[in-house]
């Protein structure tokens, strides 16, 4: 079964920093690019960025909202990808999720997602 | 602002057929498939409709997707009480370059 958990979340002040963990299992992790996606409370969805694989270059994409400040990484060695968010501000508020893109070609989607893990930038 | 443009709300009676719009543009909808979420409140995301109208397996034959143009649109038929959820489109954006969603749909089973 594929599964992903994401930790790490908390309380931070504004302008400060979280890494976020999102430990895989069940699948060839290694192969596999990883996104993260974050849900503000009451809110839409938002994707964060994503990380490739190795055959990739670990290539990163993020979008304008993040670029400069969150930065994904990865340890294919264990299994687990990172999300280091920099410069926090209030708005990344939220429950942050990883998740994996399944398909082909040009046809992809996220599945499965992790639980969540909430963030909250708070004085 | 979502750049795929949802209705913020849908309802209906059990049994009742309710279909969610998604509306894109040229660089998303127009040039990639579309994926739709289900969300239930507390939860994480799960897939409920791939690549404009596949399902998973376990998904209802109830659920149907469909795409044309820089649209694309999210039936569920026979409503059921089970079926009150929030509802995601999603596609790539070839100008953003990046995932883009909905502002999603919540979905209410009068």
């Known amino acids: 079964e594929v599964q992903l958990v994401e930790s790490g979340g908390g309380l931070v002040q504004p302008g400060g920093s979280l890494k976020l963990s999102c430990e895989a299992s069940g699948f060839t992790f290694s192969g596999s690019t990883m996104h993260w996606v974050r849900q503000a409370s009451g809110k839409g969805l938002e994707w964060v960025g994503r990380?490739?694989?190795?055959?990739?270059?670990?290539?990163?994409t993020y979008p304008a909202s993040v670029k400069g400040r969150f930065t994904i990484s990865r340890d294919d060695s264990k299994n687990t990808a990172y999300l280091q968010m920099d410069s926090l501000k209030i708005e990344d508020t939220a429950v942050y999720y990883c998740t994996r893109p399944a398909g082909s070609g040009a046809d992809w989607w996220f599945d499965p997602w992790g639980q969540g893990t909430l963030v909250t930038v708070s004085s | 602002q979502s750049v795929l443009t949802q209705p913020p709300s849908a309802s209906g009676t059990p049994g009742q057929r309710v279909t969610i719009s998604c509306s894109g543009s040229?660089?998303?909808?127009?040039?990639?498939?579309v994926n739709w979420y289900q969300q239930f409140p507390g939860t994480a995301p799960k897939v409920l409709i791939y690549?404009?109208?596949q399902r998973p397996s376990g998904v209802p034959d109830r659920f149907s997707g469909s795409k044309s143009g820089t649209s694309a649109s999210l039936a569920i038929s026979g409503l059921q009480s089970e079926d009150e959820a929030d509802y995601y489109c999603?596609?790539?954006?070839?100008?953003?370059?990046?995932?883009?969603f909905g502002g999603g749909t919540k979905l209410t089973v009068l």
């Open positions: 040229s660089s998303n909808i127009g040039s990639n498939t």
């Open positions: 990380i490739r694989s190795k055959a990739d270059n670990y290539a990163t």
């Open positions: 999603a596609t790539w954006d070839d100008s953003l370059n990046g995932w883009v």
């Open positions: 690549t404009n109208n």
